[in-house]
């Protein structure tokens, strides 16, 4: 479906017509109809380096919340209003592709889509093992135990590195290798991919890395929380500067290779691919993406996965979290997508089920304690804040 987004005049009309419809129902279907927000899916073979959606695109998915709001809120809360629970589970049918190991030796793997991964690096951390516990209304279901990856988080390691060039071989040499060297002594990630687009596996797959901190995810059937415990985590060697990443060519290619060979090994479904920033929260703030890596620009489409930003983070749905205002900054395709998505969800239910915004994210923070409170039970090893 084509995106549709409102020009500057257009907006200040829609705005004055909205402004006119006392009820709330009917204000968000005019508005709806009137700014088709859809996510704009990145074209796969240029998504780098573009710059977009355009700022009044920002100030439009900014008009539908603050037009909605009762009262009036400042453009940034839009979050005001996302709380929601998924009306039904997610699919998770999609076939993951097909990858089988060809040969291993003492020191790599050769997988049959062309993925090679060098072992040199790899250390044994606490093997893995979490509870996860069902999405089946507002009360906490009986969590159930799974030592295999649900799915995989994928990072930059914010470390520095020479100018890709073919004059800076050694200083990018050197610092892969440092690199290489902190992760391992710190088991910080499953797999490094490095600026030649080398796979570097660190922390064992059966094993847990220290990648994500507190965070949180949900494939609409199981939530998950701490994802150290269940997510995989694959880091870009890169560095975020003023808001952008980038991937070297190679980069992308593996990153393909090796997230298509851990979704055919552990049957992990597309929803399940994301980024550090979708899962990352501040339990003490209750605001989302307290890590800030990939909050956009992550090129979901070359790496044979769907736009992942369309989906709405999970303690803003689910948990009643806020966000912050960097995170529609970039100008890249990023989290901005799932957030809007949120929002037309939750008014649309709060309004079906009568509940004022306020009454429904306090039931929501409280089945965020409540899951966390029966986590630190199962769990009372872990720091569960
Ligand atoms: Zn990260």
Redesign the pocket.
Known sequence: MESYWPEEGELRSIEQQAASIGDPVRKLRYLRAAIRLQPRLAPQSSLRGQRYPKPWAYRAAALVAALLALPAPPSADVDSMLVSVPAKPRPLAEPPPTVWLVERADDFEHYSNGLRIENLFQVRAEPRGYWRFPLDGLEPGEPQWSREPAGIVF??TESHAAEFEPERTGPLRRAGLNLLAYVRQHRSYHFVVDRFGRVHRIVSESDIAH?AGWSAWSDGNWIYLGLNQSFLAVAFETRTEQGLACLTDAQVRSGRMLTEMLRARHRIPAVNCVT?AQVSLNPHNRRIAY?T?WASGFPFAELGLPNNYALSPAAVLLFGFHYDERLLESGRPGMWQGLQAAARRLLEEASAQGWSVKQYRAVLLRRYQQLVALAAERDPKEAWP
């Open positions: 990072h930059s990648h550090h890590h890596d």
